[in-house]
């Protein structure tokens, strides 16, 4: 079964999910583990406990303790690496061996909250880059409503969930997530992250005038906070401007977006670029 | 922090490590040779009873030296909380208080210290910096790779900061020669910290080697940092007679970040500044 298909993110949330009757079943046996080797240690022959039994048996109890503890750690370690190995692939765009690093630790389950939050935004953005939208908005809603992962994830989440949306045609849904977004204060990065939704949101709808109202503010955000990804907010100004008959302005953006990304990739996140792509030479990459 | 107050924080740890290490042998030697002497019964019946109890005991302290320990990292924690919200006095105080507090890993220890060098890096202390990633890196050995590499990247920061670019490629040698070893997120790190090494150096055919990697990784940066990278890789190019990349990636800095902002924390960037006021007077 397909990572990203319906029932297999479903089937993943359920066996990922961190179980609480473990985590008291380990608490006891430890609690176990020291009543026992204690009482042992203290009790001997005088309460019945044959002396072999006080001198075995603790070791037993002990070892299988640690070992539990070693497996546990080693389980959190695995899914660690995992994590790192699939954000890796990712900066490099490489969707399909993070879905590889991510599948044998999402069968199991996953202790850390955190651990588990940035395996499912990774998930999602890995079949953002393969075109599964749908199965990003999935992934997108499960997390917010099983509240998987920190705040920070959370709010992140929820701007993606919006880019997702619009991407996935799911334009009402989209425009309200995005209007009750505007309404959150958020850290300047995240604000920067929304910005750039929204921005793409009002070209992908043809709102172009509205698109380029706070241009000057937008671009500073931008340029601050997204670093190299400020292309593509550089670029759907560039598409607002040129819809709008703003030539020169169009031109310029496009020459600052083209300068920081190829324009094939700009293209190929966001294809409403293609047309601004056929009216502007892009820079020419010497590199 | 000072020099000297950073020298005496590496001090106690190396002595508290030193405490640690005896701690663990004895409570670990008490165990293993309690259980196994009861075990044997290689002793009298009460001896062995004597001995056993003894094993349980060490366990016992091992479990709460374990936990005790264990406020290391919740200090750890609470520090980064500090950090985030800006309060760099609160983590170092935090941090510091943790550093002369016992703990029996010294894994803890070293992480701990390794934070209170980032905050004191954050702080532009680089001299006190610096030694505190000394010692970690004198006490690391074996335990935490990941984290004496770290170290070396920062030790070599500040060795930068402080003017001494030799010192800063010796401690980045072990890293360049393993750079496979590196994970991403430290090749990332790495990147800048070893250009402007080059740079200051006059190593500039090093610098612009393999340049499409470089920006390829470049690109992952924070905007300030991705700046500074395409700003040291232009100069290294046009240093190398290679003026049409040296143009292009100096556009490509200023897109990223203005390049007057870094200038008072790099002054390698003031040959790369000057060459963006010609363009610029160029095209006015």
């Known amino acids: 079964m397909n990572l990203l298909d319906s029932d297999a993110i479903e089937a993943s949330f359920a066996a990922s999910q961190p179980r609480r009757r473990s985590l008291f079943g380990l608490q006891s046996l430890m609690m176990a583990t020291v009543v026992c080797v204690v009482f042992l240690a203290m009790a001997g022959p005088r309460f019945g406990v044959p002396a072999d039994a006080g001198l075995i048996l603790p070791p037993i109890v002990i070892g299988a303790a640690l070992g539990i503890g ?49 395996a499912y935004m990774l998930m999602a953005g890995a079949a953002e880059r393969l075109g599964r939208f749908d199965a990003a908005v999935q992934i997108y809603e499960t997390l917010l409503i099983q509240r998987v992962g920190d705040i920070a994830q959370l709010q992140e989440a929820q701007i993606r969930l919006a880019a997702a949306k619009v991407r996935n045609d799911e334009l009402t849904d989209a425009v309200t997530l995005i209007g009750r977004l505007a309404q959150v204060p958020m850290p300047p990065p995240l604000k920067a992250a929304f910005d750039l939704v929204h921005l793409f949101q009002q070209v992908f709808m043809g709102h172009h005038a509205d698109a380029i109202q706070h241009e000057e503010e937008q671009r500073a955000l931008f340029r601050k906070y997204l670093s190299t990804k400020a292309a593509y907010g550089y670029g759907l100004l560039a598409a607002a401007m040129h819809y709008l008959g703003r030539i020169p302005d169009a031109s310029r953006l496009w020459r600052d977006a083209t300068t920081l990304m190829r324009s094939e990739k700009l293209v190929r996140e966001y294809p409403l670029l293609a047309p601004v792509s056929l009216a502007y030479p892009a820079v020419e990459y010497p590199i | ?62 479990v709460i030296l374990t936990v005790l320990s264990a406020k ?7 520090a980064a909380a500090y950090l985030s919200a800006g309060r760099l006095d609160l983590a170092e105080q935090e941090l510091t208080t943790a550093l002369n507090s016992f703990s029996l890993y010294r894994m803890g220890k070293l992480m701990v210290c390794h934070n209170l060098a980032v905050v004191v890096h954050g702080q532009k202390n680089y001299q006190a910096a610096a030694e505190l990633c000394d010692g970690i890196i004198s006490l690391h050995r074996g335990v935490g790779k990941s984290l004496g590499r770290v170290c070396r990247i920062l030790l070599a920061d500040c060795r930068l900061f402080l003017g001494d670019t030799l010192a800063a490629l010796k401690a980045l040698q072990p890293l360049v020669r393993n750079r496979e070893g590196l994970s991403l997120a430290e090749q990332l790190m790495l990147l800048p910290i070893e250009l402007r090494a080059q ?86």
Not at chain 1, 76 to 91: E, F, G, I, P, S
Not at chain 2, 72 to 78: F, G, H, L, R
Not at chain 2, 243 to 267: G, I, M, V
């Open chain 2, 1 to 62: 922090m000072t020099r000297r107050d950073a020298q005496q924080i590496v001090k106690v740890m190396r002595r508290h490590v030193l405490l640690s290490t005896a701690t663990s042998l004895c409570l670990l030697g008490v165990v293993v040779l309690g259980s196994l002497a009861a075990s044997l019964q290689a002793v009298s019946p009460q001896r062995t009873q004597s001995l056993w109890t003894a094993a349980t005991f060490a366990g016992m302290a091992w």
């Open chain 1, 70 to 118: 070693h497996r546990a750690s080693r389980r959190r370690k695995a899914c660690r690496d995992a994590v790192t190995r699939a954000w890796q692939h990712l900066q490099f765009d490489e969707a399909r061996p993070a879905l590889d690093a991510l599948g044998p630790i999402m069968r199991g389950p996953i202790t850390s909250e955190s651990d588990r939050g940035q």
């Open chain 2, 72 to 78: 290391q990292i919740k200090s750890a924690n609470q």
């Open chain 2, 199 to 284: 740079i200051a150096e006059g190593q500039f055919a090093q610098a612009a080697a393999d340049l499409p990697a470089k920006v390829r990784r470049a690109e992952l940066l924070d905007s300030p940092r991705a700046a500074l990278v395409h700003a040291l890789l232009s100069r290294a190019c046009r240093q190398m007679g290679d003026a049409l990349r040296a143009d292009f990636l100096l556009r490509r800095a200023q897109l990223y970040h203005d390049l007057s902002d870094l200038r008072e924390d790099y002054p390698l960037l003031k040959d790369s500044l000057d060459a963006a006021k010609i363009a610029d007077s160029i095209k006015g």
